[in-house]
């Protein structure tokens, strides 16, 4: 099991910075904090050597390109296979997250299609999979919020 690692108040209102601009530029985020450049600068680098910070990224507005169909996909997978079954699935490039979870499903996916019919044909192709025992997947008519976030306690 991964230490936990402590933050203090400057780094979550660097994280926050970041969060909404992942482009903020160091001189930015120091005169908006009112700290030191070299200060933002140790506090980034550490961030980033303790795994915090993994990575920089774009937030995609996927509707825009045409992957107007999401689904959350509950999966019930025989006990012994589900790690394999959730790396197999890592590797499929529609979907967008997937949850190792408890009570009565072992797996919760999202994915994002163009069409109903890819949809339709990944939904095939994940039931004809060895140890996948039951699915039940739901369409989402909107998507109200979809982000990652800083919680704030």
Same mark, same amino acid.
């Given at each position: 099991?991964?230490?936990?690692?402590?933050?203090?108040?400057?780094?979550?209102?660097?994280?926050?910075? !970041?969060?909404?601009?992942?482009?903020?530029?160091?001189?930015?985020?120091?005169?908006? !904090?009112?700290?030191? !450049?070299?200060?933002?600068?140790?506090?980034?680098?550490?961030?980033?050597?303790?795994?915090?910070?993994?990575?920089?990224?774009?937030?995609? /507005?996927?509707?825009? *390109?045409?992957?107007?169909?999401?689904?959350?996909?509950?999966?019930?997978?025989? +006990?012994?296979?589900?790690?394999?079954?959730?790396?197999?699935?890592?590797?499929?490039?529609?979907?967008?997250?997937?949850? /190792?979870?408890? +009570?009565?499903?072992?797996?919760?996916?999202?994915?994002?299609?163009?069409?109903?019919?890819? *949809?339709?044909?990944?939904? @095939? @192709?994940?039931?004809?999979?060895?140890?996948?025992?039951?699915?039940?997947?739901?369409?989402?008519?909107?998507?109200?919020?979809?982000?990652?976030? !800083?919680?704030?306690?």
């Amino acid at each position: 099991m991964e230490k936990e690692y402590e933050i203090d108040e400057l780094d979550r209102q660097i994280i926050r910075i !970041l969060s909404n601009d992942s482009k903020t530029n160091y001189r930015e985020i120091s005169k908006t !904090l009112g700290t030191s !450049l070299g200060t933002v600068h140790n506090r980034i680098n550490n961030l980033k050597e303790n795994n915090i910070i993994k990575k920089f990224s774009v937030d995609v /507005d996927t509707f825009k *390109l045409g992957y107007k169909i999401t689904a959350i996909i509950l999966m019930q997978i025989e +006990g012994k296979h589900i790690q394999q079954i959730e790396e197999k699935l890592s590797k499929e490039p529609n979907i967008y997250n997937i949850y /190792d979870t408890t +009570g009565e499903w072992d797996c919760i996916i999202t994915v994002k299609f163009k069409k109903m019919e890819d *949809l339709n044909e990944f939904l @095939k @192709k994940i039931n004809k999979m060895d140890h996948i025992k039951r699915t039940i997947t739901s369409i989402c008519l909107n998507v109200i919020k979809e982000n990652s976030f !800083l919680p704030t306690k």
